[in-house]
């Protein structure tokens, strides 16, 4: 039988029982997703929000900037608005250094190695947008720390 079937012909109380209880069961849940620190200044949140704003729209500039490297490539002719970097599933081993990294050192060795430029140093305002964009573009997807792929 159609489970949705099923559930129509449960009786009304059985069903309100399993609503409560789900509630109650989801309550205990922490829920982390756009919660803001009801603490935090409001002044704090809107200069948050525009100085990220500023770091995303940088890291798309330099995301299509074929500058970053010397042979005229630039990050989006790999991963067009940032598509299969998966920023969520880092830090992870990345066989290119034979060890765990973070998303920055990985930026960094690809605009070291595929697009032939320089490194920047951790923490550079270049890596923080780049990060940025690439998070931003990521937006929704599920935390899965160390999980294997691109």
Known sequence: ????????KWPLAVAAVFVVVSA??????????HVQNPQLAPELVK?????????????????HDR???????????????????????Y???KQQFGRVVSVQQFINWCIQVP?????HELGSDELVALEAYM???NRGQVM?????GP
């Open 115 to 119: 697009l032939q430029g320089k490194s």
């Open 135 to 137: 998070n931003d573009q």
């Open 47 to 63: 200069k948050t929000q525009e100085e990220t704003a500023k770091a995303i729209k940088r890291g798309d500039d330099l995301w």
């Open 91 to 93: 830090p992870k081993y």
């Open 144 to 148: 899965e720390i160390g999980v294997p």
């Open 24 to 33: 109650a069961q989801a309550a205990d849940i922490p829920q982390r997703k």
């Open 67 to 89: 500058s970053l490297g010397t042979n005229g490539m630039a990050c989006n002719m790999c991963h067009p608005d940032a598509a299969v970097t998966h920023p969520e599933t």
């Open 1 to 8: 039988m159609n489970p949705f079937r099923m559930w129509l």
